[in-house]
């Protein structure tokens, strides 16, 4: 069995994967909805769905560089034990809240890699991705804000 590089008129969208990404968004906005309304919580949610779909799609190669020059010395090495260290921390500590953040980038990355294998192109991939959680984001907000 060999693997084609280029896939062919398999392009069609993976639903499943990206109805979860939209379960998984619109879930996330309805948590944060009943957390918080202040609008500057707002804005860092919508920022991290762009950010994480531009981390999967678009910086994927120079995110990688980055980290490996980083990991690469003694100096870069001991801040990111000790940052790690404190992001555990944090997670046992708000535990409620990562369990939707884990969710949300799991269900993105699935969705990022059926699109890859679908043979989309990183800017449709980022597109899509975008779009589909973005349009999670505004589900949720409009259910929450309805009820």
Not at 5 to 16: D, G, S, Y
Not at 112 to 124: H, I, K, M, T, Y
Request: some cysteine; proline content about 1%.
């Amino acid at each position: 069995m060999t693997y084609n590089a280029k896939p062919t008129a398999n392009k069609f969208l993976p639903w499943l994967s990206l109805s979860l990404l939209l379960a998984a968004y619109s879930t996330f906005s309805w948590y944060v909805y009943h957390l918080t309304i202040t609008w500057v919580v707002w804005v860092c949610v919508i920022g991290f769905a762009v950010l994480q779909a531009l981390l999967l799609t678009t910086f994927a190669q120079g995110f990688k560089a980055m980290v490996g020059r980083w990991l690469s010395s003694d100096t870069g090495y001991f801040t990111t034990v000790l940052s790690l260290a404190f992001l555990a921390t944090t997670v046992l500590v708000w535990a409620h809240v990562f369990g939707y953040l884990i969710t949300v980038i799991a269900a993105e990355v699935l969705a990022r890699l059926d699109l890859q294998n679908r043979g989309f192109s990183r800017a449709q991939s980022l597109f899509i991705l975008t779009l589909v959680s973005l349009t999670g984001l505004v589900i949720g907000w409009v259910v929450s804000y309805s009820l």
